[in-house]
């Protein structure tokens, strides 16, 4: 472990010790979803996206695979690709398959280990390709490294609609710092999950095997061993909503009893039935995607569905 390691570790302790600290400390208690992803989180997010109620990564896959020809040529050739969250960069090689000579592909990651063990595979398949990995906390902001070759243009690649874990003004936020990443002449490849029946929707972040529920329980393990939290995850009940007027999934934790949670020495009340909001997961219409998109400074090029509409993979330009 280098002193930069050690640095870096007690600097993300202390920001997750104060983002938890200030969740619940909320009138409507909340944890950030990017805690999820421990390993043991992101191993579980890999066994939800296997799901039969989770629709939304095969869909987006088979949107990727089906007009992999039509993406590839309408971001063009010798692109410097930049994925934000890239996690275990599944899907990727989508892209880099059909891509014309990419220059780079540049993977942000908050965890490091994940991002470095998802990456030998792709230099095996891609040997020609510059591979730049960047340790970051994406929603952060972070540098984009200089690749040996002059790229014709940025793409940034942002699928799997984790964009819908952002509240629309903060999502604003984000697609704005995308197309600055991206720069004049650069583009945002994103996925984008789309409204569809909560009959659909609810079982989908509320899956009969429990998948889920072990993936939202895990954030409060997670706290425990990293911040010496003393939560039992098994006096919490998982909860999926459809919110209507807000067009969003909520995930939620809600305290099976009234208790009393101890976090980095300050005591947390919870009563029976109180929730806490680990995530929300906003689903979008085309025109609304693209309405938040021009306001990011973003014009809609091309975008591609499935069948049922239910997911949207959208190539937006600068
Ligand atoms: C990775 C954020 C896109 O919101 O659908 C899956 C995470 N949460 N099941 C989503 C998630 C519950 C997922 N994203």
């Not at 992803?37 to 039969?52: H, T």
């Not at 919110?243 to 009340?269: C, I, K, W, Y």
């Not at 021009?294 to 049922?308: L, N, P």
Request: proline residues 6%; hydrophobic residues 40%; negative net charge.
């Amino acid at each position: 472990m280098t002193h930069e390691d050690t640095a870096s570790t007690d600097h993300h302790r202390a920001a997750f010790l104060a983002d938890v600290v200030a969740g619940l400390s909320a009138p409507v208690k909340q944890i950030p979803p990017k805690y999820f992803y421990d390993d043991a989180g992101s191993e579980l997010f890999d066994r939800i996206c296997e799901l039969p109620e989770y629709y939304v990564t095969r869909t987006e896959t088979a949107i990727l695979r089906d007009y992999a020809r039509d993406i590839g040529d309408a971001l063009g050739a010798r692109v410097m690709l930049i994925e934000p969250g890239s996690g275990s960069s599944a899907k990727v090689h989508l892209l880099l398959d059909v891509l014309e000579d990419p220059v780079a592909y540049v993977p942000v990651e908050i965890s490091r280990e994940h991002m470095l063990a998802s990456l030998a595979p792709l230099r095996e398949r891609y040997p020609g390709l510059e591979i730049l990995p960047v340790a970051a906390d994406f929603t952060a902001g972070f540098t984009v490294p200089e690749s040996t070759r002059e790229p014709a243009r940025r793409v940034v690649f942002f699928p799997g609609s984790t964009i819908g874990n952002f509240r629309p003004d903060d999502a604003l936020t984000l697609l704005s710092r995308f197309a600055a990443v991206a720069g004049p002449g650069g583009g945002l490849l994103l996925g984008a999950d789309l409204r569809k029946s909560p009959a659909v929707l609810e079982p989908a972040y509320d899956d009969s095997a429990g998948v889920t529920a072990a993936f939202n329980r895990n954030v409060l393990t997670r706290i425990n061993r990293e911040l010496g939290g003393d939560f039992d995850p098994g006096a919490f009940r998982h909860r999926a909503l459809w919110n209507e007027p807000e067009s969003r999934v909520e995930m939620h934790l809600v305290s099976l009893r009234d208790q009393r949670v101890h976090v980095g020495g300050t005591a947390f009340d919870f009563r029976a039935g109180e929730p806490i909001v680990t995530e929300y997961s906003h689903k979008y219409t085309l025109a609304g995607m693209a309405d938040l998109a021009q306001q990011a400074g973003f014009r809609v090029e091309q975008v591609w569905t499935d069948e049922q509409e239910w997911f949207s993979v959208q190539y937006l330009v600068r």
